[in-house]
C-alpha cells in the first residue's frame, strides 16, 4: 500500500502571509495526486488533483494553486492567505476510486 | 453534488452489527461504490469497494442490491474505535477520479 506524507500537521499563519504545503508519496509511481480541504464541520472540497509531473488541474477558483514538481511530490501554495482559507487540508494518492490519504494539514488564518 | 445519499447519523451498541445504508440511484453502469470513512482529525480511510457482487475484507462487508441502486455497508461487530463518518461515493475504477465526499453517516457505537 501507499504512504502520503504530508507537513507541517499544524500551522497558524497570520492573513497575507504566503504559503506552502507538501505533500510526499512512498510505495507507488505515477499515481493521481489530490488536494482536498474541509472546512471545520464541513465535507471534503476537492481543490486541485494531477494525473501527471506538471499536469495540474485546478477545481475551484481560488486563492491557492498547486505544483508538480516531481512524480510523487505534490505541493500546495498561496500568495497571500485569506481568512477562509483555514481548514484541514489533505492530499490524496490513488488510481480510479481507490484513494490513499495522508494526516492532514491543519490550517489556521488569523 | 454528491452522487449518493445517506443518512445523517446513526448509532450502534458496541459488539452488535452496524448497518449502513446508502441510495446511488442514478449509478451508471461502468461505476463502483466505495466506502471510506473519517475518523475525527484524521483522513479519510479506504473500506471497501464493489462493482455488483457483495464483497467482503477485513474490515466490512458490501451488499449491493441486484439493480445496483442501493447499497449496505456492514461492520460485523462494531467496536468503539468504528466511530466516525462513513462516505459512500460512487466513481469509476480507473483514470483519476474526482471523489465527491458527501456529509456521510456520522456513526457512533455506544459502550
Known amino acids: 500500500s501507499q504512504t502520503i506524507h504530508q507537513w507541517p500537521a499544524t500551522l497558524v499563519q497570520p492573513v497575507g502571509s504566503p504559503l506552502s504545503l507538501e505533500c510526499t508519496v512512498e510505495?507507488?509511481?505515477?499515481?493521481?495526486l489530490y488536494w482536498y480541504r474541509q472546512a471545520a464541520g464541513r465535507g471534503l472540497q476537492l481543490l486541485f488533483y494531477?494525473?501527471?509531473?506538471?499536469?495540474i488541474s485546478s477545481e475551484v477558483p481560488q486563492n491557492l494553486s498547486a505544483s508538480r514538481p516531481q512524480d510523487r511530490q505534490f505541493i500546495l501554495s498561496s500568495k497571500k492567505l485569506l481568512l477562509s482559507d483555514s481548514g484541514f487540508y489533505l492530499c490524496a494518492s490513488g488510481f480510479g476510486g481507490l484513494m490513499y490519504f495522508g494526516p492532514g494539514t491543519r490550517l489556521l488564518v488569523l | 453534488d454528491a452522487k449518493t445519499t445517506q443518512p445523517t447519523s446513526m448509532d450502534c451498541a458496541e459488539g452488535r452489527a452496524a448497518n449502513l445504508p446508502c441510495n446511488h440511484s442514478?449509478?451508471?453502469?461502468?461505476?463502483?461504490v466505495y466506502w471510506y470513512r473519517q475518523i475525527h482529525s484524521q483522513g479519510p480511510q479506504y473500506i471497501i469497494h464493489g462493482l455488483k457482487n457483495n464483497e467482503t475484507n477485513e474490515m466490512a462487508s458490501l451488499i449491493i442490491t441486484e439493480d445496483r441502486k442501493s447499497s449496505t455497508l456492514i461492520l460485523p461487530h462494531a467496536t468503539l474505535r468504528d466511530t466516525a463518518v462513513y462516505y459512500c461515493?460512487?466513481?469509476?475504477?480507473?483514470?483519476?477520479?474526482?471523489?465527491?465526499f458527501g456529509q456521510g453517516t456520522r456513526l457512533t457505537i455506544n459502550p
Open positions: 494531477s494525473v501527471g509531473i506538471g499536469q
Open positions: 510505495g507507488t509511481s505515477n499515481p493521481n
Open positions: 442514478t449509478i451508471s453502469g461502468n461505476e463502483y
Open positions: 461515493i460512487v466513481a469509476g475504477f480507473q483514470g483519476a477520479q474526482k471523489l465527491v
